[in-house]
T-cell receptor, first 117, second 116 residues
Framework: AQTVTQSQPEMSVQEAETVTLSCTYD???????LFWYKQPPSRQMILVIR??????QNATENRFSVNFQKAAKSFSLKISDSQLGDTAMYFC??????????????FGQGTTLQVKP | DTGVSQNPRHKITKRGQNVTFRCDPI?????LYWYRQTLGQGPEFLTY????????KSRLLSDRFSAERPKGSFSTLEIQRTEQGDSAMYLC??????????????FGPGTRLTVT
């Protein structure tokens, strides 16, 4: 069975600074996707960034980038130039890929990020 | 495209009552998921539909839970004889499956259930 672990329950960062959220996972699969989702207070979850395990290049989406270390089973999220709107709970999620896969997500426990003015 | 919608947004019920939640996915999405999220935790997978077929159910989904997706459009999740442990946020998500699909799931706002 796959597991996802986020060891930082809470983090804070000053506006305009950079912060890194950690995620590790355990799987025997070789083909999978990893995701970071953002859940703002009282708002719905939205996708921040996605990484395909077969790609060596780290994914980047504007101010968000990941450090994907497949051998170490590590998938951290870096937020540059933090903005007040980045305040949210962030979830790391795993999805295994195989023929006929259901696409269900396995989530970590989440990290609450507060961006301070 | 208005995104994934869920109704009701909040539900308070007494222990032992039955409740039903509805999810309307993004119209062209053939995959639909239900997750349960308790306070301060990540969502946990409950069940999955591809079109109208329910193809996977978690062990978390006890006999008191049933889900349907008639005609492959909206979905309902019913909980019978609710217990206090059922109090949680119930999230629905949809995605477009098939070759070339990005597997990205789009989430609804959730239904918060409180069992008193």
């Amino acid at each position: 069975a796959q597991t996802v672990t986020q060891s930082q329950p809470e983090m804070s960062v000053q506006e305009a600074e950079t912060v890194t959220l950690s995620c590790t996972y355990d799987t025997s699969e070789n083909n999978y996707y990893l995701f970071w989702y953002k859940q703002p207070p009282s708002r719905q979850m939205i996708l921040v960034i996605r990484q395909e395990a077969y790609k060596q290049q780290n994914a980047t989406e504007n101010r968000f980038s990941v450090n994907f270390q497949k051998a170490a089973k590590s998938f951290s999220l870096k937020i540059s130039d933090s903005q007040l709107g980045d305040t949210a709970m962030y979830f790391c999620a795993f999805m295994k890929l195989y023929s006929g896969n259901t696409g269900k997500l396995i989530f970590g426990q989440g990290t609450t990020l507060q961006v301070k003015p | 495209d208005t995104g994934v919608s869920q109704n009701p947004r909040h539900k308070i019920t007494k222990r032992g009552q039955n409740v039903t939640f509805r999810c309307d996915p993004i119209s062209e999405h053939n995959r639909l998921y239900w997750y349960r999220q308790t306070l301060g935790q990540g969502p946990e997978f409950l069940t999955y539909f591809q079109n109208e077929a329910q193809l996977e159910k978690s062990r978390l989904l006890s006999d008191r839970f049933s889900a349907e997706r008639p005609k492959g459009s909206f979905s309902t999740l019913e909980i019978q004889r609710t217990e206090q442990g059922d109090s949680a946020m119930y999230l629905c998500a949809s995605s477009l499956g098939g070759p070339g699909a990005g597997y990205e799931q789009y989430f609804g706002p959730g239904t918060r259930l409180t069992v008193t």
